[in-house]
């Protein structure tokens, strides 16, 4: 039976994971191995909750196995996930956050704060663990698009406890203070703001951070940039060349900073802005074009009224565009920490 069950895993070392192109074993994807008569029972752990790629693994084990090996007529195959940690985190952030995704967007007014919670609800709702902090200090807005309004945190042991919506982990200014006056601060103390968004909250376990960024190549997001140690950046534009342009150097201003830009993002795409600019810009760029989310009324209702279209409307054009965009994106996260070898291997996470 031993050698059996080293045959069958022999087999599945031939299995290449496609995102990440290399075997499903040396990734210590394939876990409690058994036969149990022309059954092989084992367990295939994914590097994201929100991987697609299920129907995929099922046919290409089924091909290195079936009819390879005597004795094996099924495979018997369970699902499980563990988002690797980005070994950047260790020595400059003591939280327990796997990774940390920046959205940003050149320019105001490209959605970037609906993708921002449309992203995190996602990937929530694909059963991943995920933090959303509003890092426009000065304009915030999630409370209004997560539905939580200006509640205030409660604070347990001296940490903040950040407030709860649809399965996400929302940390916000608009939180802390009045909604009828403005935010007046100077770029020390957004500096400041920022790094007690992280070390002053408790998160608890996080596979995925989101941060929304406000726009422009200014504090924020160098505060962040080089104060944490970011995974990557998701670059949100609308089709407009002017849209883009601005989009253009934000991918720049990561890159400069060296951190890895994980994609494109195209939002309100459609009749009345055009398409296509988003997918220019990332081919200009040289990285992924992670989706195409169409002009939608309903998108823009959902933030108004704190009711995210990826959760009340799933199956709309809209819906589809942002899972599409959540799983593409915790691609690029794999595949981003394997290719800078920041990446503790599955076999060793706990």
């Not at 752990?45 to 697609?52: E, F, I, Q, R, S």
């Not at 601060?185 to 007690?196: D, F, N, Y």
Request: charged share 20%; aromatic share 6%.
């Amino acid at each position: 039976m031993t050698e059996l069950r080293d045959q069958v895993m022999a087999a599945l070392g031939t299995v290449i994971e496609p995102e990440l192109d290399r075997d499903i074993v040396s990734l210590g994807m394939v876990r409690d191995l058994s036969i149990e008569g022309s059954t092989a029972q084992f367990t295939i752990v994914l590097t994201t909750p929100a991987c697609p790629l299920k129907n995929v693994f099922i046919e290409r084990c089924d091909a290195a196995v079936i009819g390879k090996i005597p004795g094996i007529s099924r495979l018997d195959i369970k699902w499980d996930a563990q988002v690797p940690t980005d070994k950047k985190m260790f020595g400059r952030l003591d939280v327990p956050i796997r990774s940390i995704v920046a959205v940003h967007s050149g320019k105001g007014g490209v959605g970037k704060s609906t993708v921002s919670t449309n992203l995190a609800c996602a990937l929530a709702e694909a059963g991943a663990r995920v933090g959303l902090i509003d890092a426009d200090i000065l304009n915030p807005n999630l409370p209004m698009m997560t539905g939580l309004g200006y509640g205030r945190p409660r604070v347990v042991d001296n940490k903040m406890m950040p407030i709860e919506a649809y399965g996400v982990k929302v940390m916000s200014t608009g939180f802390l203070s009045d909604p009828g006056k403005p935010m007046i601060m100077r770029g020390p103390m957004l500096h400041s703001a920022i790094r007690q968004f992280f070390m002053d909250v408790n998160w608890g376990q996080l596979d995925y951070m989101i941060v929304d960024l406000p726009p422009g190549t200014g504090d924020a997001p160098l505060s962040l940039a080089q104060s944490f140690p970011l995974t990557g950046a998701v670059i949100v534009t609308q089709p407009q060349e002017v849209a883009v342009s601005d989009a253009l150097r934000s991918a720049a201003m990561f890159e400069t900073l060296n951190v890895p830009v994980l994609g494109v993002v195209e939002n309100m795409a459609g009749d009345f802005f055009g398409s296509g600019g988003g997918e220019t810009l990332a081919h200009q760029r040289g990285v992924p074009f992670l989706g195409r989310i169409p002009m939608d009324a309903e998108v823009r209702k959902g933030g108004d009224y704190g009711r995210p279209v990826v959760i009340h409307q799933p199956d709309s054009p809209a819906g589809r565009a942002f899972h599409t965009l959540a799983q593409m994106t915790a691609a690029r996260i794999s595949v981003v920490m394997l290719q800078t070898a920041d990446v503790i291997p599955l076999t060793v996470i706990g």
